[in-house]
């Protein structure tokens, strides 16, 4: 059981019991806050905790020792992450969460389509299926 809580699958787990959280909170947290003002709180705490973790761990590298592949794609990834929430954000401002909560989720279908055209992952036929019913749930409840 040990060797699950040091898995990929729990922490992925962890991440969605998190993101569910993220939602709820979210959704009352920008209900008297204008969500780019309640993005920005949320970004500050954030790179708190990381911070932390960070020093805890003893994980703090110098600029020339880290890759600049890496970094670039970093970069890349923190832009798309801003814009995710930004826009996740206001869309709580003006939506339920029970509906914006899991068209969000159709990133998870978004992922696997791009992991196979930008990675070369290769899709099993359980994952095909898997985003096909996601997108199906998400049509369900959007349209619900």
């Excluded at 979210?26 to 209900?31: A, E, N, R, T």
């Excluded at 890496?70 to 003006?94: D, E, N, P, R």
């Excluded at 978004?110 to 898997?130: F, P, Y």
């Amino acid at each position: 059981m040990s060797n699950f809580f040091n898995s990929w699958q729990f922490y992925a787990f962890a991440s969605a019991v998190f993101a569910a959280l993220t939602a709820i909170f979210g959704k009352i947290g920008v209900s008297k806050i204008d969500s780019d003002l309640a993005t920005f709180l949320r970004t500050v705490v954030i790179l708190g905790i990381t911070a932390l973790v960070v020093t805890l761990k003893a994980e703090w590298k110098r600029p020339e020792e880290l890759s600049m592949h890496g970094l670039t794609f970093l970069v890349l990834s923190g832009i798309a992450t801003g814009m995710s929430w930004l826009c996740y954000y206001k869309a709580l401002q003006l939506g339920p969460a029970s509906k914006v909560a899991p068209i969000d989720k159709l990133s998870v279908v978004m992922v696997v389509l791009l992991s196979a055209v930008v990675l070369g992952e290769v899709i099993s036929w359980k994952v095909a299926v898997g985003a096909v019913m996601i997108t199906a749930g998400v049509i369900v409840i959007a349209l619900g």
